[in-house]
């Protein structure tokens, strides 16, 4: 027999990378699901199930100390959306990796 639960969890998720020069701070805030299945012999199974997650606040330092800031609701600079756009990949791998149960 599988017992199924699933937990609703909202919850600010903030995500930092350094490379080459630059760093980049985002929150995100991030509405999920917590599934968990209990099985038969006593384990356990937990997935992620995204509801939303939106872009909150971005800090942005460029490799000549140049600084950008964004909060949501003010249009974002064109140099902003483009390093979230190139950190796409790792940005959702941080969340994900937050997020996990």
């Not at 020069?21 to 991030?30: D, H, V």
């Not at 872009?55 to 330092?61: F, S």
């Not at 902003?80 to 950190?87: E, L, N, P, Y």
């Amino acid at each position: 027999m599988t017992e199924h639960t699933v937990r609703e969890v909202e919850r600010d998720i903030p995500v930092y990378i350094e490379r080459n020069g630059i760093y980049l701070e985002c929150t995100f805030a991030c509405k999920y699901n917590v599934i968990t299945d209990r099985i038969g012999n006593g384990d356990r199974r937990s997935s992620i199930e995204w509801v939303n997650r939106t872009l909150i606040k971005v800090e942005y330092g460029d490799a000549l100390d140049n600084e950008y800031r964004w909060i949501y609701g003010e249009d974002m600079h064109p140099k902003i959306r483009s390093v979230v756009d190139t950190f796409n990949n790792e940005i959702q791998d941080q969340l994900e990796k937050a997020a996990k149960p």
